[in-house]
């Protein structure tokens, strides 16, 4: 059985090259065609139009997204409905707010096409560790996407968790938790200097069997032995302000620290702010690990 990809960002290009080592076949399109022609080295099969790229699919087609939620998502859903017929799956994999999920299967239902939203976390690490998928959708046709979700998937990193809109939804919460851990972390490497203690020992003490252990945790003591971690900027605002808006619209609940770390990312764009600058750029360090996020220098 194909499936489909289109978009072969950091994420899409990973997650297709797991699929491929699990023996299964991919038809790939993306804008760029560097990308195609170099997942076809690696045994995917290239296309390089819509029209050539539907064609190569099984009569029952399935099509997972990987681009950036928004506009490049809702024009691409457009576009392939006029192209997918009864029966066909449609998966959006973007970080995107859970009604507009609900509007994509709305969409796709008057068209008779199944649609799934997959929340999809790990990050650049996850070709090798795995992809953490929370999964939104048609219960009763969700068997016919569980091979490819089992294969991107370490042991148990996948759930289906109810109907359209609940992947992103749950997705969103991850967010949530994500960004908060992120900021007592940050908070925790302010409190550490400036009492002068050495924060790459701290955090490799931590990281050994602490109650804070954790993967972020690793990622912070690798970000502080980094040669160029002080010439990071400690503006992380242009890269996560669009991602904590859209996460703050999706939930809506009490959630003071969340607020916390939304008003510090957006301050750290000021230049005239010299709070919190250890912090915020560690932050920055932080997601370039786990995400190769672009970090700016001084």
């Known amino acids: 059985m194909k499936i489909g990809f289109i978009g072969l960002g950091r994420m899409g290009f990973g997650m297709v090259k797991r699929l491929l ?12 065609q560097d990308k195609t022609d170099e997942l076809a080295k690696k045994g995917a099969i290239s296309s390089y139009d819509l029209d050539e790229f539907v064609s190569k699919l099984d009569s029952t087609k399935i099509v997972w997204l990987m681009l950036p939620a928004g506009k490049a998502t809702d024009d691409m859903i457009k576009l392939l409905l006029k192209k997918l017929k009864k029966g066909d799956i449609l998966i959006d994999g973007a970080n995107d707010f859970y009604k507009n999920a609900e509007k994509h299967d709305k969409m796709c239902r008057a068209k008779e096409v199944h649609f799934f939203d997959i929340g999809v976390s790990g990050g650049t690490h996850g070709l090798k560790n795995g992809y953490t998928l929370m999964i939104g959708g048609e219960k009763k046709v969700f068997g016919k996407i569980k091979p490819f979700c089992k294969s991107l998937a370490p042991k148990n990193g996948y ?3 109810g109907k359209a809109g609940s992947g992103h939804f749950v997705k969103s919460v991850h967010n949530i938790i994500e960004y908060v851990y992120l900021q007592g972390i940050a908070e925790g490497v302010e409190l550490l200097d400036k009492k002068k203690i050495d924060l790459k020992k701290a955090f490799g003490v931590w990281k050994s069997a602490s109650v804070v252990k954790s993967w972020l945790v690793d990622l912070t003591e690798m970000a502080l032995k980094r040669p160029d971690f002080n010439k990071i900027s400690p503006n992380i605002s242009s890269v ?8 703050k619209k999706s939930i809506k609940g009490f959630t003071p620290a969340f607020d916390v770390a939304t008003k510090i990312r957006k ?4 230049q005239k702010d010299k709070e919190f600058l250890l912090g915020k750029k560690t932050i ?3 997601r ?3 995400g190769s996020h672009a970090v700016t220098k001084k």
């Open 288 to 290: 370039r690990e786990f």
């Open 21 to 32: 080592k699990h023996k299964h076949e991919v038809v790939v399109w993306n804008r760029s």
């Open 159 to 161: 759930g289906y968790f």
């Open 240 to 247: 996560t302000i669009k991602e904590l808006n859209d996460t």
């Open 267 to 270: 301050d750290s764009s000021n």
């Open 284 to 286: 920055a360090a932080i």
